[in-house]
């Protein structure tokens, strides 16, 4: 499993009984997770205490519970980076603290290769994929469809001393921008995505990353530089095997490139247990 120890805002501090209980700076939040099976083995005082805790509705979607007045935002830090976290009433932070093995593994990767690198970072979210390399060093552009998305991107690399760095912030479709991209013969030396199992595209288009994520993969590599760098897919599909994602890579990137490939689970350390919960997949190649 890739994790990182590297940590000091953010916690996992225990799970069980379908739920996580995590340190975000100076809060402690409760919130469910489909992954955690097991019951809560000691719910002591560190479970009762919290900040607030995210109750799941029988008709879908929740709410948060507020047990100490919580801030509409505030910041946390992951070494030199700096990101927003706001509770979202879908459950989630703005922030998906397990990404933190990525974030490492390309701005080694970016500092490494002794050129100016240009990324490209798909289904982009809040920016936490482009903080990282734009701090790096790299020339960024940032692509996601949800316009309050990329502003919240937009205020995080502001948090991490990079508003004047050379990001492009793009709201649009990702399948059209990468088509446009291609037409007009523009070049990335690394592409980063994050697609969802299920998405709609302005037309009505399905996206069902079963049935679309090799030929998308394989449009993307179509505007990669001759000398790419690196190429990174995760994954919240429930039920995909990280394999998947090596075969898929084998056979757009390594075919052509050579190179190295892995896939693995991503994850976090449990505090009171020792052990990993496991938070996706992902899918690396390099060359």
Known sequence: MQATNHWKDYELMDTGGGEKLERWGGFV????DPQIIWP???ENALWKNVSAHYHRSASGGGRWEELVKLPERWTISYKELRFHIKPTSFKHTGLFPEQAANWDWMMDKIRQAGRPIRVLNLFAYTGGATVACSAAGAEVV??????GMVQWAKEN???SGLA???IRYITDDVFKFVAREERRGSKYDAIIMDPPSYGRGPNGEMWKLENDLYRFVESTTRILSDNPLFFLINSYTTGLSASVLTNILSMTLKNRYGGKLMSDEIGLPITASGLYLPCGILGRWEA
């Open 29 to 32: 939040l409760r919130r469910p």
């Open 40 to 42: 809560i083995a000691n």
């Open 142 to 147: 940032h692509v996601d469809a949800a316009k």
């Open 157 to 159: 690399a502001t948090l």
């Open 164 to 166: 004047d760095q050379p």
